[in-house]
Structures are given as structure tokens and as C-alpha cells.
């Protein structure tokens, strides 16, 4: 089949669209996104019955537990989702605001004003809520989005773009706003890497070995976004009843996506306090535990840990534990260790918090709180488009501004160089 074809097709409707989204006003977009949310809720049977296709095709593959969990959808998601929208249209519209403005001694005015990044390609895993909170944020953000998600969750996908897209396109929003590419084939992948004419940008979200290939393989400016290996440090001066709280929730609340930890590392000044309680409550939960040698003394089911264990996203309800002598060493080991996600830190100390949040090099680095809420709803973002975990443009939850980029209005009185 000619990938490359319809690719190219959609790929020029996309920019069209995008051109017109660039100056199409915020009360349209704002229209538009709630007639998705709308579309979403009245099309809930439709979307759930796509979504069970999925499910029973997961399961017959053998998908986790977690992943299955990424994958399905409920009354209660699609609802989610459409909050998620409607919140986007309560959130001011980035495109055509002011950064900073200046005048030059020569007279010059000068503004620096955001802009779309117009065409955005979304290529991502098994969550079909990706499909919803992309294209609302690419709308509000003035950029047309071709989205291609992975082939488990293929008819919830088709599902939702297509309520999206025809809901969009009757508010008034550009027909091809909002596009997917409809087949699973790998070599669609390929051939959307290398669109340079149409696609402006793409932003990988999934696994590591997704990311690992779109980065590779792009010809198209990719933005980053990574996986999380996530640690929560239980320090010496931590409230033992917060920590446990906050531990469980990293890991337990849902472990398959990104921002749920992986490592628990405790200061072992409290380890005989702390971790009998905890390692028993992940037990009863069903965590399986790797844990370094001080940890399986306090729990028979504890698993030793390898060095692999260390690195690794598991996506799944498992979970290294590692007893550190100092602040220093919980530092060392997230250096060595972590992907500059989301790091926590529970501590009772002033001191080792700020030099917990100054010294840790991530995307979010939290005191007292768990690595759960680094996420575009819970940062009031509406929705995001992925967590980057790199340095340049945007960094963290990516919401309507990291969506955008710059352009200066220079407006002169005759001036010449």
C-alpha cells in the first residue's frame, strides 16, 4: 500500500487546515472544543463498544494488567476526557499573546508574540484518551494535528477521532483540523517521519522503544518526551504515615503509566520503622518487591534486586526498593538511575528539601507529594500533550504554550539600517 500517498494527502489538508486555525478566533476554537466534549459524552456507547474490541484483541495477546488498564475506557474516562476539553476552553488562548514587548533606542517596537508550530504529528501507544487530549490542545493551540496511535488500541482510536474531527468541523474549526491515520502498519510510521513538506514538528509519546525509534529515524524536528523511571525518597526526618501514604499512591494508584514510581529509596535511619508497614501493605496489594539485601530482611516475599531492576520501567505493579546511608547517596542513585521525570523527596527537613529540588536534575521535583500528579489536568494545563524530559523548548507537562513558538512584530517609523 502507498503510505506514502495518503500520508502526503492528508499531510497537505493538515497544512491548509493549519493556516486557517493560525487566525481562526478563540470564541470558534472554544466552540469547538466543547462541541467535542459534547460529541464525546452523546457518543459514549459507541466509543465503549470500540474500546471492548480492543480490550478482548489485549487480552488475547497477553497484555498486562497495567497495560490493559491504559487501554480501557469507561463512562467515567470518556468523561474525564471530556472535562479535560471543556477545561481547555476555559484556559485563555496562548496564540497571539504578548511574551515581551521593548523599544529600541532607534524608535523600533519590538513584541515577541506567540505563534502555532502548525502541523503536529502525535504518534503514540495504548491510551485512547492521548486521542482526545492531543487534539484539544493542538486546536486550542492553533495547530492542525495528524495523530497516529498503536495498532491495540486502533478501533477506540478511529472511535474518538472521528466524533472529534466531525464535531470540530461543524463548530466552525478547519476541515483536516483534526486527523488519524487509520492504519496500524509500521511503514506509516516510517514514511510520517519523513514529511518534512507538511508535518512541522512530532512528538513521540509511549515506551522507550518508541521514542528510541521516532528520534532515530525523524527527519522531522522531533520534541522529546521520556519514560519514567521515578523515584520517591523516604529521608530520615520523613513523617512515616505521610511517606507510606505517598509510596503507596506512586505506585499503586496506576502503575502503567509514566508518572508512577519505580524505585523507593529509604534513608535507613527509619528502614525498621518504615518498611515492615510498607513492604506488608504492597504485599496485600499485590506489588512484587526487588528489593537490595537490608530490604529482604523485613519481608519474606521480597524479591533481591539486579542491577537492571534499578533502570527499569516496569509499567506494572512492581516496585525496587533500596536502603541509602545519606541524602547524598539518594541523590547519586537518581543521577545514575533516573530519566529526569518526576523525583519526590518526603522529609521533614527544610535544608534537605531544597537541596533535594536544587540538586535533582527533572522535569518536576516534588517535596511531600507523590510523582502521580505530574500531569497536564492535575497542573491545570487542561490536558497535556506528553511529559518531556528534555531541556530545549519545553520541559514537563506539555501544555497550549508549549505548543506554540515566537515570532517578533517589529513595527518602525522609516527606520534603516
Given at each position: 500500500m502507498?503510505?506514502?500517498?495518503?500520508?502526503?494527502?492528508k499531510g497537505a489538508i493538515a497544512?491548509?487546515a493549519a493556516?486557517?486555525?493560525?487566525v481562526t478566533?478563540?470564541?470558534?476554537?472554544?466552540k469547538?472544543l466543547?462541541?467535542?466534549a459534547?460529541?464525546l459524552?452523546a457518543?459514549?456507547d459507541?466509543?465503549l463498544?470500540?474500546?471492548a474490541e480492543d480490550m478482548?484483541?489485549?487480552?488475547?495477546?497477553?497484555?498486562?494488567?497495567?497495560?490493559?488498564d491504559r487501554?480501557?475506557?469507561?463512562k467515567?474516562?470518556?468523561a474525564?476526557?471530556?472535562a479535560?476539553?471543556?477545561q481547555?476552553?476555559?484556559l485563555?488562548d496562548?496564540?497571539?499573546?504578548?511574551v515581551e514587548g521593548?523599544?529600541?533606542p532607534?524608535?523600533?517596537?519590538?513584541?515577541?508574540?506567540?505563534v502555532?508550530?502548525g502541523?503536529?504529528g502525535?504518534?503514540?501507544?495504548?491510551?485512547p484518551n492521548?486521542?482526545a487530549d492531543?487534539?484539544?490542545?493542538?486546536?486550542k493551540?492553533?495547530?492542525?494535528?495528524i495523530?497516529?496511535?498503536g495498532?491495540?488500541a486502533?478501533?477506540?482510536?478511529l472511535a474518538v477521532?472521528?466524533?472529534?474531527?466531525?464535531?470540530?468541523?461543524e463548530?466552525g474549526?478547519?476541515?483536516g483540523s483534526?486527523?488519524?491515520?487509520a492504519t496500524?502498519?509500521r511503514?506509516?510510521?516510517?514514511a510520517?517521519l519523513r514529511l518534512n513538506?507538511y508535518?512541522?514538528?512530532?512528538?513521540?509519546?509511549?515506551g522507550?522503544?518508541l521514542?528510541q525509534?521516532?528520534v532515530?529515524n525523524?527527519?522531522?524536528?522531533?520534541?522529546e518526551?521520556g519514560i519514567?523511571?521515578?523515584?520517591?525518597?523516604v529521608?530520615a526526618s520523613?513523617?512515616?504515615t505521610?511517606?507510606?501514604?505517598?509510596?503507596?499512591?506512586?505506585?499503586?494508584?496506576?502503575?502503567?503509566?509514566c508518572n508512577?514510581m519505580?524505585?523507593?529509596?529509604v534513608?535507613?535511619?527509619v528502614?525498621?520503622?518504615?518498611l515492615?508497614p510498607?513492604?506488608?501493605?504492597?504485599?496485600e496489594?499485590g506489588v512484587?518487591?526487588r528489593g537490595?539485601?537490608?530490604t529482604?530482611c523485613?519481608?519474606?516475599?521480597?524479591?533481591?534486586?539486579?542491577?537492571?531492576?534499578?533502570?527499569?520501567?516496569?509499567?506494572?505493579?512492581?516496585?525496587?526498593?533500596r536502603?541509602?546511608?545519606s541524602?547524598?547517596e539518594a541523590?547519586?542513585?537518581?543521577a545514575?538511575y533516573g530519566t529526569r521525570?518526576s523525583?519526590?523527596?518526603v522529609?521533614s527537613n527544610l535544608?534537605?528539601?531544597?537541596?533535594?529540588?536544587?540538586e535533582v536534575?527533572?522535569?518536576?521535583?516534588?517535596?511531600?507529594a507523590s510523582?502521580?500528579?505530574t500531569?497536564?489536568?492535575?497542573?491545570?494545563?487542561?490536558?497535556?500533550i506528553?511529559?518531556?524530559?528534555?531541556?530545549l523548548?519545553?520541559?514537563?507537562?506539555?501544555?497550549l504554550?508549549?505548543l506554540?513558538?515566537v515570532?517578533?512584530l517589529?513595527?518602525?517609523?522609516?527606520?534603516?539600517?
Open positions: 502507498d503510505y506514502l500517498a495518503e500520508l502526503k494527502e497544512k491548509k493556516a486557517r486555525l493560525a478566533p478563540a470564541t470558534v476554537k472554544n469547538a466543547h462541541a467535542m459534547d460529541g459524552e457518543g459514549a459507541h466509543i463498544a470500540a474500546n478482548v484483541a489485549g487480552e488475547a495477546k497477553g497484555m498486562s494488567t497495567a497495560l490493559l487501554l480501557a475506557l469507561t467515567a474516562r470518556i474525564d476526557m471530556a479535560g476539553l471543556r481547555l476552553a476555559a485563555p496562548p496564540v497571539g499573546e504578548t521593548w523599544q529600541r532607534n524608535g523600533l517596537a519590538i513584541a515577541k508574540v506567540r502555532p508550530l502541523v503536529i502525535i504518534i503514540y501507544e495504548a491510551r492521548v486521542t492531543a487534539a484539544g490542545l493542538c486546536l493551540s492553533g495547530n492542525a494535528v495523530l497516529r496511535g495498532s491495540e486502533i478501533n477506540s482510536n477521532a472521528g466524533i472529534l474531527a466531525k464535531a470540530a468541523e463548530a474549526a478547519p476541515a483534526i486527523q488519524l491515520i496500524t502498519d511503514a506509516a510510521v516510517n510520517m513538506d508535518i512541522d514538528v512530532i512528538i513521540p509519546r509511549g522507550a522503544g521514542i525509534t521516532v532515530e525523524s527527519t522531522v524536528p522531533v520534541i518526551t519514567g523511571v521515578c523515584h520517591v525518597f529521608d520523613a513523617d512515616l505521610m511517606a507510606k501514604d505517598i509510596a503507596f499512591n506512586a505506585k499503586v494508584s496506576r502503575p502503567g503509566v508512577a519505580e524505585t523507593l529509596l534513608h535507613r535511619a528502614a525498621e520503622d518504615f515492615p510498607m513492604l506488608a501493605a504492597y504485599h496489594a512484587e518487591v537490595c539485601t537490608g529482604m523485613y519481608h519474606p516475599a521480597v524479591k533481591e534486586a539486579g542491577e537492571t531492576d534499578w533502570a527499569t520501567e516496569y509499567h506494572d505493579l512492581i516496585v525496587s526498593v536502603i541509602v546511608n541524602l547524598a541523590l547519586a542513585h537518581i545514575a521525570h523525583e519526590a523527596i522529609t535544608e534537605s528539601a531544597r537541596r533535594f529540588q536544587a536534575d527533572a522535569a518536576a521535583v516534588y517535596v511531600n510523582t502521580r500528579f500531569d497536564g489536568f492535575e497542573f491545570g494545563f487542561g490536558a497535556e506528553g511529559i518531556s524530559t528534555q531541556k523548548h519545553a520541559r514537563g507537562p506539555m501544555g504554550r508549549e506554540t513558538s515570532k517578533y517589529v513595527n518602525g517609523t522609516g527606520q534603516i539600517r
